[in-house]
T-cell receptor, first 117, second 111 residues
């Protein structure tokens, strides 16, 4: 149980285009989903916290107009990188916290590698 | 902001040896978690230790937590080649479940 999927697993796009990444909790409902970014050989940096039915909360320095987050249901959150540029190339990972569980554990997706040419 | 710092940044050991990784953090926490990441993949949750716990075991893993020193250690006993991965500690922000990750330790276990 507690599986989180991401789609796509990798994407290559041209500079200036927008890319949407999906994060799904497959066998549980997630009150909260988190989006992280990881540059090569570096750690994960929290970008934003996404609560179902409300606006995402962005970390300092993360442009909310560039990284659009939509948490439309208890099992799906999407991250759209708008007008992507090469510096947005990174590994994007989501995580989900189960609604019904009294647990501090988050479950992570497998990540999406974005390459902007 | 990043508050966790792991050391060493990289560790190379022979199969069968024990591997110890350390993590320090700066602010008060509710719990501390350790994750594993294979190259280019997602994170796997290893173990969670709460702020009122001092030691926890799970299989070949042993985690300690010293809140007075704001530090934790992860010990992997009898390492295997399959343990080769990056290991991250993560601390929560009180009441928010948001995690702050350390920089990680890259462990290489040589067969």
């Amino acid at each position: 149980g507690a599986v989180v999927s991401q789609h796509p697993s990798w994407v290559i796009c041209k500079s200036g285009t927008s890319v949407k990444i999906e994060c799904r909790s497959l066998d549980f409902q997630a009150t909260t989903m988190f989006w992280y970014r990881q540059f090569p050989k570096q750690s994960l940096m929290l970008m934003a916290t996404s609560n179902e039915g409300s606006k995402a909360t962005y970390e300092q320095g993360v442009e909310k107009d560039k990284f659009l987050i939509n948490h439309a249901s208890l099992t799906l959150s999407t991250l759209t990188v708008t007008s992507a540029h090469p510096e947005d190339s990174s590994f994007y990972i989501c995580s989900a916290r189960p609604r019904a569980w009294v647990s501090d554990t988050q479950y992570f997706g497998p990540g999406t590698r974005l390459t902007v040419l | 902001s990043q508050q966790g710092e792991e050391d060493p940044q990289a560790l190379s050991i022979q199969e069968g040896e024990n591997a110890t990784m350390n993590c320090s953090y700066k602010t008060s926490i509710n719990n501390l978690q350790w994750y594993r990441q294979n190259s280019g993949r997602g994170l796997v949750h290893l173990i969670l230790i709460r702020s009122n716990e001092r030691e926890k075991h799970s299989g070949r893993l042993r985690v300690t937590l010293d809140t007075s020193k704001k530090s934790s250690s992860l010990l992997i006993t009898a390492s295997r080649a399959a343990d080769t991965a990056s290991y991250f500690c993560a601390t929560d922000r009180a009441g928010s479940y948001q995690l702050t990750f350390g920089k990680g330790t890259k462990l290489s276990v040589i067969p």
